[in-house]
C-alpha cells in the first residue's frame, strides 16, 4: 500500500519523539511491503520563528494532501511567559484543528498489567481499565468570539458557542464506537449551570435513540472528574465538549502510569492527525529522555484509522507491550534504570521486524 504521511515535529521533544515514531513506520513499511512517503513541515513556535506563523499555508496544503498527519507537540516557554505576545505556538495548533475540521479527538485509556503499582491510585482499581474519552476538538470555549480584553485592560471574556450539527456529529460517533464495544456512552457536561451544555443533553438524547442498543448517561463534569478516578472501570465512552475533554484526558492519563504513553487521533473532515496527548515537554527538549510511546502508539492507531491496516497496528502494540513486560523504557516509567527515548525507538523497530 501506498501512502502519504505529513509529518510534523513541532516544539520542545516533538522532534525527538516523532523520530522515533518514524522509525516505527519505517519498520512496519519494511515488514509488510508498504511504500510510506513522508513530508516534513513546521508547526508551533518553529513556525513562528521562521515564517511569522504558527500554522502556515504551506503546512496546511502539505496536511490536505496527505494520507494522513503524524504531529509532535506545541509549545515554547518563551510564550507561556510573555502574556502580551501577539501570537503563540498554541494558535497553530488551534488553527490546525479548525482548518482541517478536525472535529473529533478519540484518546483512549487502558492499564498496562506490566506497569501496575506505578500510578499513583491504588492498583486494583485500575486493573482492566478500558474506556475512551471523545474530546470535541472544533468548538466550545476555545474558539467561540468574542473572546479578548476591554479597553482599561482590567475585564477579560471567553465565550463557549456550541451548534447543534457540532454536537449531533461527536454524540453520533461516541455512539458508533459504543457499538464496537461495551454499548455505553457517558456524556459529560455542567447541564446544571451553562446554556451548551443544555443543547449538549437535549441533541444527545435524540441522537441516542438512533443507537437502541446504546445506554447513555449523563454526569456532571465535576463529578466525572472525581469518578474517573475512583471507578474508572465503569466507564466505557465518554464523549464531552473541548475544554471538559482536555481536563478529564489529563487527568485520565494518570490511571495508565504515565502521560508519556497516551495516544490520541483526531478525526477530521479532510485528514486525520494522530498526535500523543502529552505537550512539548520543554525542560527534555534535546535531552533524549522524553517518552516516545505515546507517539508510537498513535502511529499503531494512524494504521488502524486511517489505513485500515488492523495487523499492523497490533504489531506496533504488541512491541509496545514487550518493551514495557521487559522494563526497556523511558526514566519517566523506571526512574532507576531507564533507556533513551532513541534507545527505546530502535528497539520497538527492531522487535517490529523481528
Ligand atoms: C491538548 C493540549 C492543547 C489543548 C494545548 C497545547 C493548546 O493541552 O492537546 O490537550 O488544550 O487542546
Ligand atoms: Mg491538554
Known amino acids: 500500500m501506498k501512502k502519504k504521511i505529513a509529518v510534523l515535529p513541532g516544539d520542545g521533544i516533538g522532534p525527538e519523539i516523532i523520530e522515533q515514531g518514524i522509525k516505527v513506520c519505517k519498520a512496519v513499511a519494511q515488514r509488510f511491503h508498504h511504500d510510506l512517503e513522508f513530508e516534513y513541515g513546521w508547526v508551533g513556535a518553529e513556525a513562528i520563528d521562521r515564517t511569522g506563523n504558527p500554522f502556515p499555508d504551506e503546512t496546511f496544503e502539505l496536511c490536505k494532501q496527505a494520507d494522513a498527519v503524524l504531529f509532535g507537540a506545541i509549545g515554547d516557554p518563551k510564550y507561556d511567559n510573555d502574556p502580551d505576545a501577539k501570537v ?48 470535541e476538538l472544533t468548538g466550545g470555549i476555545y474558539f467561540g468570539k468574542p473572546q479578548g480584553r476591554s479597553e482599561d485592560g482590567l475585564t477579560a471574556y471567553d465565550t463557549s458557542v456550541y451548534h447543534r450539527f457540532e454536537i449531533e456529529r461527536i454524540v453520533r460517533l461516541a455512539c458508533e464506537y459504543a457499538m464496537q464495544r461495551d454499548k455505553r456512552v457517558t456524556v459529560v457536561d455542567k447541564a446544571n449551570v451553562l446554556a451548551t451544555s443544555r443543547l449538549w443533553r437535549s441533541v444527545a438524547g ?50 495508565t502510569g504515565s502521560l508519556g504513553l497516551l495516544p490520541s487521533a483526531s478525526i477530521g473532515q479532510y485528514t486525520s492527525v494522530f498526535e500523543p496527548i502529552h505537550g512539548s515537554y520543554p525542560q527534555a527538549k534535546g535531552k533524549n529522555i522524553a517518552n516516545p510511546l505515546g507517539t508510537i502508539l498513535s502511529v499503531a492507531m494512524m494504521f488502524e484509522y486511517a489505513f485500515q491496516l488492523h495487523e499492523e497496528a497490533e504489531i506496533i502494540r504488541k512491541a509496545v507491550l514487550k518493551s ?23 528497539w520497538i523497530a527492531a522487535a517490529i521486524l523481528a
Open 324 to 346: 514495557l513486560e521487559e522494563n526497556y523504557v523511558t526514566e519517566d516509567i523506571n526512574s532507576e534504570h531507564s533507556y533513551t527515548t532513541s534507545e527505546v525507538g530502535d
Open 88 to 135: 503563540r505556538p498554541e494558535q497553530g495548533l488551534l488553527a490546525m484543528r479548525k482548518k482541517l475540521g478536525l472535529y473529533a479527538n478519540v484518546r483512549p485509556v487502558t492499564t498496562f498489567p506490566s506497569l501496575r503499582g506505578k500510578a499513583p491510585i491504588r492498583p486494583e482499581l485500575l486493573d482492566g481499565v478500558d474506556f475512551v474519552v471523545l474530546r
Open 206 to 255: 435524540e441522537v441516542s435513540k438512533e443507537f437502541p442498543e446504546v445506554t447513555m448517561d449523563f454526569m456532571f463534569v465535576d463529578n466525572a472528574a472525581m469518578q474517573l478516578i475512583q471507578w474508572p472501570k465503569k466507564f466505557d465512552v465518554i464523549v464531552t465538549e473541548n475544554m471538559f475533554g482536555d481536563i478529564l484526558t489529563d487527568e485520565a492519563s494518570v490511571i
